[in-house]
Every structure is written in C-alpha cells, then in structure tokens.
C-alpha cells in the first residue's frame, strides 16, 4: 500500500474497489491557482484525472474559463462568445498574471502523457451556443491527441454531436440540475426513471457526473444511483467534495458524508483538495 507521506492524491482504495480523485479546475489543492497549466502538466506525468471548463469563443474555438462573462477570473470585459483569439491575447488570469488556456494550446500540450492521466472537458455551453463550427473545431484539434478525453456536458444534443464527431472521444454527461428539478415535483421514482432513459439514451454516455449531495439523498430513501449506473456499464463521478479545513482532515460531518458515500463506491470524487482527500481518509482508516 501507499504510504501516507507519498500520496500523490490520485485515488483511494476501500473494500476493493479504486475510487479516482479528480482535481476540480485543474487543482490538486484549493490553494492552486485556477486553471493552472503547471498543475495540468503534473497531472499528465503522474496519471492523475483532471477536469477543466471550456466556454466557446466568437471564432468557433474555446478558452478554459468557467463563466459567461470575462469579469469573474480574468482581466478582461464582456461576454466571451464574442470575443476571437486576437481579443484575448492580452488578457490574463486575475490570479497570477497568467495567460489564458485556448484550445489550440491544450491540444499541443496533451501530446505526451502518463497512460492513466485522463481530462475532462466539462462544456459549459449548450450546442445551440457551440454549433457545429465549434464540434468542428474539436475535432480538428482534438481527434489525434495522445491523451484520454473525456466531454461532458448538461446539453445532451451536444453531447451527440460530439458522439458524432469525434466516436473515439469518452463522453459524459451530468443530468444532477434536472434531477433536482425533478425529484421536487414527481418524488424519487421519477428521477429514477429519468436516469434510466438518460444512461439508455442516445448519447451513449461512458461517465455520469452526479452531484453528491444527490447520491446521498437518494441512497437515504432506497435508490442507489450508483448502483444503478453500474447495472447499466456506466461510471459515476461524485462532484464535488471539498474539505473546508484540509488541514485538520474531516470534520465529524463531512466523515460520514465522505464515509457514506465511499460505501457506495462511485468510481470518481470530484475535489479541489486531492492531496488533502487521500491524507484525511488514510488517517482516519488507520486511527
């Protein structure tokens, strides 16, 4: 087994079964910066799993950014489907001073990995906004790149094109938001039937990205979504459990969330606190 003092936060083995850490934003620990091309090229040498967000650009490409506007995390102004290349060029992360991430430039830098680094494109915009210029475009860049992608997304119509487009391509997808929604008006059954036609439907999803608060919720009144998805050969990412103190490891609260929910052994836990994760359960298996 792994000792403590090298835990590289990549994943935790209980009863068997590998449960991945994946780091949230490009993150290994919540103090990295955001979106951080360093930490990405760690995570390729050392096989790590990895999530970024992608938002479209106004020439059909994308820059790894979370919001709409460019406001929130970088030093620039307005909306960023309508900006092209040349308008971000001068633009830079408010953390670090740091350039953005186009696509153009993952492409280039996912050429030599660690055969178990695996990353995640979490699209943020549906493929109304996207279009087929912009499945276009990551099928150019992305189709014979060395590294294991995944493309995940809460538009199930992008998520087919990107079937289309790219088969080679893992595809995930992140019904949580809707399940919520559905779970308020037609009870616990109906979101198990809504899940049902999602893993059945035509995007052939290989991951499926549930919140975890939702797993739990479910598993209290009799529905193990994890279990379900398994039935049907599908995998489960757990997003996204962060420790508020990683340094103290898990409160009594977050144990028997973290605890609860490993018992259900999602393949996945999304979380911007890897190292922190994998120290904090160790400890805690080891008293």
Same mark, same amino acid.
């Given at each position: 087994?792994?000792?403590?003092?090298?835990?590289?936060?990549?994943?935790?083995?209980?009863?068997?079964?590998?449960?991945?850490?994946?780091?949230?934003?490009?993150?290994?620990?919540?103090?990295?910066?955001?979106?951080?091309?360093?930490?990405?090229?760690?995570?390729?040498?050392?096989?790590?799993?990895?999530?970024?967000?992608?938002?479209?650009?106004?020439?059909?490409?994308?820059?790894?950014?979370?919001?709409?506007?460019?406001?929130?995390?970088?030093?620039?102004?307005?909306?960023?489907?309508?900006?092209?290349? *040349? +308008? %971000?060029?001068?633009?830079?992360?408010? #953390?670090?001073?740091?350039?953005?991430?186009?696509?153009?430039?993952? @492409? /280039?830098?996912?050429?030599?990995?660690?055969?178990?680094?695996?990353?995640?494109?979490?699209?943020?915009?549906?493929?109304?906004?996207?279009?087929?210029?912009?499945?276009?475009?990551?099928?150019?860049?992305?189709?014979?790149?060395?590294?294991?992608?995944?493309?995940?997304?809460?538009?199930?119509?992008?998520?087919?094109?990107?079937?289309?487009?790219?088969?080679?391509?893992?595809?995930?997808?992140?019904?949580?938001?809707?399940?919520?929604?559905?779970?308020?008006?037609?009870?616990?059954?109906?979101?198990?039937?809504?899940?049902? *036609? +999602? %893993?059945?439907?035509?995007?052939?999803? #290989?991951?499926?990205?549930?919140?975890?608060?939702?797993?739990?919720? @479910? /598993?209290?009144?009799?529905?193990?979504?994890?279990?379900?998805?398994?039935?049907?050969?599908?995998?489960?990412?757990?997003?996204?459990?962060?420790?508020?103190?990683?340094?103290?490891?898990?409160?009594?609260?977050?144990?028997?969330?973290?605890?609860?929910?490993?018992?259900?052994?999602?393949?996945?836990?999304?979380?911007?606190?890897?190292?922190?994760?994998?120290?904090?359960?160790?400890?805690?298996?080891?008293?």
């Amino acid at each position: 087994m792994t000792r403590l003092q090298d835990a590289q936060g990549l994943e935790i083995l209980h009863e068997g079964h590998r449960t991945r850490l994946k780091w949230h934003r490009l993150r290994k620990r919540f103090s990295d910066p955001l979106f951080s091309a360093e930490v990405m090229a760690e995570g390729f040498t050392v096989g790590a799993s990895m999530e970024l967000d992608m938002r479209v650009r106004g020439d059909g490409g994308f820059v790894v950014l979370h919001d709409k506007q460019l406001e929130g995390e970088t030093t620039g102004h307005g909306p960023i489907a309508g900006k092209s290349i *040349a +308008d %971000l060029s001068d633009i830079r992360m408010q #953390d670090g001073g740091r350039p953005l991430i186009l696509s153009e430039d993952l @492409a /280039a830098m996912m050429q030599s990995t660690h055969p178990a680094a695996l990353l995640q494109f979490d699209m943020k915009d549906d493929f109304e906004a996207i279009g087929a210029r912009g499945i276009r475009h990551l099928a150019e860049n992305f189709r014979d790149i060395a590294a294991a992608v995944i493309m995940s997304g809460g538009s199930l119509d992008l998520i087919v094109a990107v079937k289309e487009k790219l088969p080679e391509v893992l595809r995930g997808i992140d019904p949580s938001d809707k399940l919520y929604d559905i779970r308020k008006v037609g009870g616990w059954k109906a979101v198990e039937m809504e899940l049902r *036609a +999602d %893993l059945r439907g035509p995007t052939e999803p #290989d991951t499926i990205y549930l919140h975890w608060s939702l797993i739990l919720n @479910a /598993a209290k009144e009799g529905l193990d979504m994890i279990g379900l998805c398994r039935d049907e050969g599908k995998r489960v990412d757990a997003w996204t459990f962060t420790l508020r103190d990683p340094e103290a490891g898990f409160s009594e609260e977050e144990w028997t969330n973290f605890s609860a929910l490993m018992a259900l052994k999602p393949d996945q836990i999304t979380t911007d606190e890897a190292l922190a994760t994998e120290r904090a359960w160790r400890q805690r298996m080891t008293g």
